[in-house]
């Protein structure tokens, strides 16, 4: 299997634009989970999905930020408009239906200028 | 207080030492556990799960103690490639699913 699939692995944007991420978890797997990673904060759970279904966006910082999942293969997280302080490595994550193991995707790095 | 807290070290050890990791968790009713390293540019990977009886792979020895809310991260004979960020990561389904990853702990291991 191919693993979990992000891209692009590199984002820089200038302030005020919108940035898309996009993420394919492994095939089979049904939870989705949006992390967002910086030195001062870690790890930080922003949304996970089960079944394609948004269960908890209870992280996700503000309006700024929209995540979808329309199908099983495929989740985007949008920021819009893109600010300095949302300057982060993004990691997608997918699990098997236990919720349980997480398998991580290399993450995008964003710079928002 | 973080639910899920880990001290950040760094850690500096010599190759061959013992060197160990607490993680302490708020949530009593939390149900797994897991490590997870974590190099530096790169994502997150299952280091192993942490079972009730403790488990053990290899040079790693996982712990869990429920009564004082901690799992323990015990690497045996250090590698250098055992040089690396460790996240401790605590799962509870009280009122849902909910995942904690904690801020990590770094190992530097030197020759």
């Known amino acids: 299997d191919a693993g979990v699939i992000q891209s692009p692995r590199h984002e820089v944007t200038e302030m005020g634009q919108e940035v898309t991420l996009r993420c394919k978890p492994i095939?089979?797997?049904?939870?989705l989970f949006w992390y967002r990673q910086t030195m001062m904060r870690g790890l930080e759970l922003l949304i996970y999905?089960?079944?394609?279904?948004?269960?908890?966006d209870s992280g996700m910082p503000e309006d700024r930020f929209s995540a979808k999942m329309p199908n099983a293969s495929f989740s985007t997280l949008k920021i819009q408009p893109s600010e300095p302080r949302d300057s982060a490595v993004y990691f997608c994550?997918?699990?098997?239906?236990?919720?349980?193991?997480?398998?991580f995707g290399p993450g995008t790095r964003l710079l928002v200028l | 207080r973080k639910e899920v807290e880990q001290d950040p070290g760094p850690f500096n050890v010599p190759e061959g030492a013992t060197v160990a990791f607490n993680c302490t968790y708020s949530?009593?009713?939390?149900?797994?556990f897991f490590w997870y390293r974590q190099d530096c540019r790169k994502e997150p990977k299952l280091l192993m799960s942490?079972?009730?009886s403790g488990n053990e792979d290899g040079r790693f020895t996982a712990q869990l103690n429920r009564a004082s809310q901690y799992i323990s991260l015990l690497i045996r004979d250090s590698k250098l490639s055992d040089s690396a960020t460790y996240l401790c990561?605590?799962?509870?389904?009280?009122?849902?699913?909910?995942?904690?990853f904690g801020a990590g702990t770094r190992l530097f291991v030197k020759a």
């Open positions: 949530n009593s009713a939390s149900q797994s």
């Open positions: 095939s089979g797997h049904d939870y």
């Open positions: 942490v079972y009730s």
């Open positions: 994550a997918s699990s098997l239906p236990s919720g349980e193991t997480q398998y």
């Open positions: 990561v605590v799962n509870s389904y009280t009122g849902g699913f909910k995942t904690i």
């Open positions: 999905f089960n079944n394609n279904v948004p269960i908890d």
